[in-house]
């Protein structure tokens, strides 16, 4: 049997948030209505206005007053998104200084009242955010968060292609380390292997990142000849070359598409549920929680992955509980750990069974050959989450056992009544014949 599993490295404590000096200031809805709901009628005439258009796709809202506050409140988190008071919503929505050249629309969609404009639009799935731009659709994958979305748009209204011209940026680049990012030598923006390189860049964009340089200087620096594709995978030290350049557009489609799946990634609110929503293929991916001691705990995690990168049935999801606050409690409780302490475990994606590695001593991490001795023991099905199913079932087989043994003493019980009965009976009647005969001596 194969399992749907999912590894998931939580890390505490990274670092310390800060609001700043004047604490964290909750925006307030100004009461201007900059969201619009629409229809057969206006969407067209509303979607030309934008450059970018977000719509949420929602549920058909009952007449109920409960359906409608809660509709309310999802309503509410779109709309500050294009409020001023946005802006002090962490500061991802600073950027909304910076779209001068860009307008961002924002629409609802009833699932009921507005089906026929769903089918026009593409919209297929329900509770789901499209973003439409640049004659492509964008499905939103993240949490519904005022922050999380303004930085996903952010990332979309950005070229698809990030080029590097200097030591600066070059820095940068190799700063990125938790994201699938590939890089590309090319002689200039109108090179045709540049142009098939954009437009692959286009298929995946903002989920993965591209980057470009025309620079020989800085090609020498990547160790890069003209014309060539590197992959890099999250937090692996080398990338690899993709063969056969120079590449159509196509071939670097299928190549991605091929390897987007990283041994060690970490999970992001803006495509969490597209993270977790578990196996392709019956593969299975390992969960870990990790410790405020993360950094060290997240060393040992890289020098694993990078020694099972071939390792096509290992996929490490790490989390960092900080970016998921309103998670932990239900973590908690639902794998019954304790993330103030280290954990690291596996977990079936299907039904939420999971098995947490045992540690000795809370303040010692284990070392990079026991935590790869243990995924092993995972991998082989030495240790599997569904045992505990095995148990119940074992503690049902029991109750039934001892169900049939009490019927059976009932019985039994039940057996030794009616005995009592027929003796009772013989005796009674001895005693009606011996007084037959006293009568008849009489």
């Known amino acids: 049997m194969k399992w749907g599993w999912v590894f998931l490295g939580a890390l505490l404590s990274l670092g310390n948030m800060s609001w700043g000096e004047k604490g964290l200031e909750i925006p307030e809805y100004d009461g201007k209505d900059r969201v619009h709901d629409l229809n057969a009628k206006n969407y067209k005439s509303v979607m030309k206005k934008y450059d970018v258009m977000v719509i949420y796709y929602h549920a058909h809202v009952e007449s109920n007053k409960n359906a409608q506050k809660a509709f309310e409140m999802e309503e509410l988190a779109l709309e500050l998104l294009t409020s001023p008071a946005a802006l002090t919503y962490q500061l991802a929505a600073q950027v909304l200084d910076d779209l001068d050249d860009e307008d961002i629309g924002f629409g609802l969609v009833d699932e009921k009242k507005d089906l026929s404009v769903a089918k026009k639009l593409g919209l297929d799935e329900v509770e789901s955010i499209y973003i439409f731009v640049d004659n492509e659709i964008i499905e939103y994958d993240g949490e519904l968060a005022a922050d999380t979305l303004v930085e996903f748009l952010y990332d979309v209204i950005e070229d698809p292609v990030e080029i590097i011209d200097n030591e600066r940026e070059l820095k940068g680049f190799h700063n990125i380390d ?148 309103l998670l932990v409690p239900y973590w908690e409780k639902t794998f019954g750990i304790d993330l103030g302490s280290p954990q690291i475990g596996v977990v079936d994606v299907e039904d939420a069974d999971s098995v947490w590695m045992e540690m000795d001593d809370d303040e010692d991490m284990p070392t990079a050959d026991e935590l790869e001795d243990w995924i092993e023991d995972v991998l082989s099905g030495k240790i599997d989450p569904d045992d505990d199913d095995d148990d119940d079932d074992d503690d049902d087989d029991d109750d039934d056992d001892d169900d049939d043994d009490d019927d059976d003493d009932d019985d039994d019980d039940d057996d030794d009544d009616d005995d009592d009965d027929d003796d009772d009976d013989d005796d009674d009647d001895d005693d009606d014949d011996d007084d037959d005969d006293d009568d008849d001596d009489e």
Do not use: C
Not at 266 to 281: A, I
Not at 293 to 320: C, P, Q
């Open 178 to 325: 938790e994201d699938i990012k590939l890089v590309g030598y090319f002689k200039s923006e109108k090179s045709p292997h540049f142009i098939e390189y954009d437009d692959a860049a286009e298929e995946f964009h903002p989920f993965i990142k591209f980057f470009a340089t025309f620079d020989a200087k800085i090609a020498k620096k990547l160790k890069m000849k003209l014309n060539e594709v590197d992959f890099y995978e999250p937090f692996m030290e080398e990338p690899v070359t993709i063969p056969g350049q120079p590449y159509s557009e196509a071939e670097l489609v299928d190549y991605i598409e091929e390897h987007d799946r990283p041994t060690l990634r970490k999970l992001e609110p803006h495509s969490m549920y597209e993270t977790w929503k578990g196996s392709r293929g019956g593969q299975q991916y390992l969960t870990f929680d990790l410790s405020p001691d993360g950094y060290e705990f997240l060393e040992i995690l890289k020098e694993v992955a990078r020694e099972n990168t071939d390792n096509a049935d290992l996929s490490i999801i790490w989390i960092d509980p900080d970016d998921f606050p």
